[in-house]
């Protein structure tokens, strides 16, 4: 594992949007772990945040022209994520939606630079992989196109089917998903923490029963 993602793994559990105990899911599953990438919810974090999400990308070496932001989560991180960027000295334009269209000043629902090339988008999670089917369309209809998606954590976890939600976006518009962390990573996290590894048993158990192979 990545050093950086060692760290992000620090850092998500020190200000607590990582967490260990018992959590029950939207899909109704017991989860040993819970991740709210929402706490990271002042300056510092977010600064924090944006450059763990440039290092996974450009570890990824996945070649983009520019970064959309789904509304309204991806509006913060693509803003972050650019300016982490862009002090790593790769300048990229980003772009974001709104949820309502806008019809006075200049008008419609995309703000930032113009949709063009290969458009990155950055999101927290894909859960139901909405977010990422509408920013898929906002991208199509402006003549661009989706060449990947960057997220903080994979949960590599199946959904109604034997597919995992990252992969169920791979298979439906051909295009990788890179994420900071994924499930492997928390777990292999835990074998070397003398505080946490006693949630490692639990957090097998969980992989064996829901996760993707």
């Given at each position: 594992?990545?050093?950086?993602?060692?760290?992000?793994?620090?850092?998500?559990?020190?200000?607590?949007?990582?967490c260990f105990?018992?959590?029950?899911?939207?899909?109704?599953?017991?989860?040993?772990?819970?991740?709210?990438?929402?706490?990271?919810?002042?300056?510092?974090?977010?600064?924090?945040?944006?450059?763990?999400?440039?290092?996974?990308?450009?570890?990824?070496?996945?070649?983009?022209?520019?970064?959309?932001?789904?509304?309204?989560?991806?509006?913060?991180?693509?803003?972050?994520?650019?300016?982490?960027?862009?002090?790593?000295?790769?300048?990229?334009?980003?772009?974001f939606n709104?949820?309502?269209?806008?019809?006075?000043?200049?008008?419609?629902?995309?703000?930032?630079?113009?949709?063009?090339?290969?458009?990155?988008?950055?999101?927290?999670?894909?859960?139901?992989?909405?977010?990422?089917?509408?920013?898929?369309?906002?991208?199509?209809?402006?003549?661009?196109?989706?060449?990947?998606?960057?997220?903080?954590?994979?949960?590599?976890?199946?959904?109604?089917?034997?597919?995992?939600?990252?992969?169920?976006?791979?298979?439906?518009?051909?295009?990788?998903?890179?994420?900071?962390?994924?499930?492997?990573?928390?777990?292999?996290?835990?074998?070397?923490?003398?505080?946490?590894?006693?949630?490692?048993?639990?957090?097998?158990?969980?992989?064996?029963?829901?996760?993707?192979?």
């Amino acid at each position: 594992m990545s050093d950086f993602r060692k760290e992000f793994i620090k850092f998500a559990i020190s200000r607590h949007v990582l967490c260990f105990g018992e959590f029950k899911t939207k899909a109704g599953r017991m989860s040993p772990y819970f991740f709210n990438a929402g706490l990271f919810n002042d300056g510092d974090s977010l600064r924090k945040l944006g450059q763990f999400y440039a290092k996974a990308i450009q570890a990824a070496e996945l070649p983009f022209d520019m970064l959309f932001g789904p509304a309204y989560k991806g509006i913060p991180l693509v803003s972050a994520i650019a300016i982490a960027l862009a002090e790593s000295g790769h300048n990229f334009p980003f772009c974001f939606n709104r949820k309502e269209v806008k019809d006075h000043g200049e008008g419609g629902n995309l703000v930032g630079a113009p949709l063009a090339g290969r458009v990155l988008i950055v999101d927290d999670v894909i859960s139901a992989g909405t977010s990422v089917r509408e920013s898929v369309n906002h991208i199509h209809a402006s003549g661009a196109t989706p060449c990947g998606v960057g997220i903080a954590l994979d949960r590599m976890e199946r959904g109604n089917g034997a597919l995992s939600a990252t992969q169920e976006v791979h298979h439906a518009y051909g295009i990788q998903v890179i994420s900071i962390v994924n499930l492997d990573d928390i777990m292999n996290y835990l074998r070397d923490s003398e505080d946490l590894g006693h949630n490692l048993r639990a957090m097998q158990n969980y992989r064996e029963r829901y996760g993707i192979g």
